[in-house]
């Protein structure tokens, strides 16, 4: 019998625990009348003309909204019903000129989805963010449990200066040297920055050239390879 109530206390505490893990980027919830999705969670220190204050990042969200309804829903302040916090902090939502496509607020017609991006100015260096949204009608709330990636662009042209550092020291290295050091491209958090196959190229274009100089060519390549722009 004891054994019994054990297994049921342990299966008990165990749907406890999985109904209060916070939910993750991609997952779509809803209540009778709205659907919500979260697509993008991303850290980006340069929007356009827009660059965030020394010490903070733009935190940007890109997020769905959906009527289930099979009536128009009326104008609504989606902004209001999000609500970002980090490390006890709470932080409201920051407007940025240079950003298109921002959803504050708006109507839906019967079934309509609509995305857009909403901004937050947070610390710098913190990637993770809890983000409660409240459902409107119902007034259910939900928590996510975000992690952004980083779209820094001072931060991407760093690494990629460093990692082709690293590369040519070991290129250096008799005879195992220069098939080892362009063996793999070069990463930033899981993300392809320079693919193997152009590691070369851009050592050449970049060899001789002061530090800052360096910089620029880098950044101009990840500019226009698509990196260090949002989603």
């Known amino acids: ?13 165990g749907a406890a625990t999985a109904c209060s893990q916070a939910l ?13 999705l979260i697509q993008s ?13 020394e010490g903070e990042s733009y935190l940007v969200i890109k997020y769905q909204i959906e009527n289930l ?6 104008t609504r302040r989606w902004t209001d019903n999000i609500t970002l916090e980090v490390r006890g902090e709470y932080y409201d939502p920051t407007f940025i000129k240079s ?6 607020e708006t109507s839906l017609l019967e079934r309509e989805k609509k995305a857009g991006y909403i901004a937050f100015t947070v610390p710098e260096e913190i990637f993770d963010f809890k983000l409660t949204f409240a459902f409107p009608t119902s007034e259910t709330e939900l ?7 980083d779209k820094r662009i001072n931060v991407n042209v760093d690494w990629v200066l460093t990692r082709l550092r690293e590369i040519e020291n070991n290129k250096r290295i008799p005879l195992i040297g220069e098939p080892l050091a362009m063996s793999n491209p070069i990463r930033y958090q899981g993300i392809i920055l320079v693919p ?36």
């Open 196 to 231: 193997k196959e152009e590691i070369s190229q851009l050592i050449e274009e970049t060899k001789g050239l002061p530090e800052n100089a360096r910089g620029v060519v880098i950044e101009d390549y990840l500019m226009a390879h698509g990196h260090c722009r949002l989603e």
């Open 143 to 149: 928590i996510y449990g975000l992690h952004a990636v």
């Open 99 to 104: 950003l298109d496509n921002q959803l504050w």
């Open 69 to 74: 309804q099979s009536q128009n829903d009326s």
């Open 1 to 13: 019998m004891k054994r019994i109530l054990l297994a049921i206390m342990i299966i008990m505490l």
């Open 41 to 53: 969670v991303q850290i980006i220190d340069k929007i356009g003309n827009d660059m965030a204050p």
């Open 24 to 36: 993750s980027m991609g997952d779509r919830t809803s209540d009778n009348a709205h659907a919500f």
